[in-house]
């Protein structure tokens, strides 16, 4: 259909980022949590809803994580890098004391 009318496809992140940002529109001053799957846990889709929408997504436990790149320099040339050093895994990290684990039955009585 999209090459009918020649426009290009919409992905499922684009089109959850635009439902995102209309909900909190129509609901302006509420708190908004949304709980989405895996496939909504992308760092694009999470970094144009932050201060509007509270998003939890699962993450793999190997996930590759990076510390932020530093901010690109006025005037350079080159390319900024995408990722800064990377980080270690979910499960190569020790739990931390001040965070509490929480077990969740998803079977509601």
Known sequence: MASVRRVR??????GARQIM???ARWLP????VIVADSIF????????VWNRV???TRLRFDARLFAPAEPREAGAIRRP????ERLPTLA???LEPRITLIVHDPHYR
Do not use: E, Y
């Not at 001053?29 to 908004?32: C, K, L, S």
């Not at 890098?81 to 800064?84: K, P, Q, T």
């Open 9 to 14: 496809h919409k992905t499922l992140v684009d």
């Open 21 to 23: 940002l209309q909900i």
């Open 29 to 32: 001053g509420r708190p908004i």
């Open 54 to 56: 509270s998003v939890v």
């Open 81 to 84: 890098r995408r990722n800064a």
């Open 92 to 94: 190569q990290r020790p």
């Open 41 to 48: 846990s992308a760092i694009d889709l999470l970094a144009a």
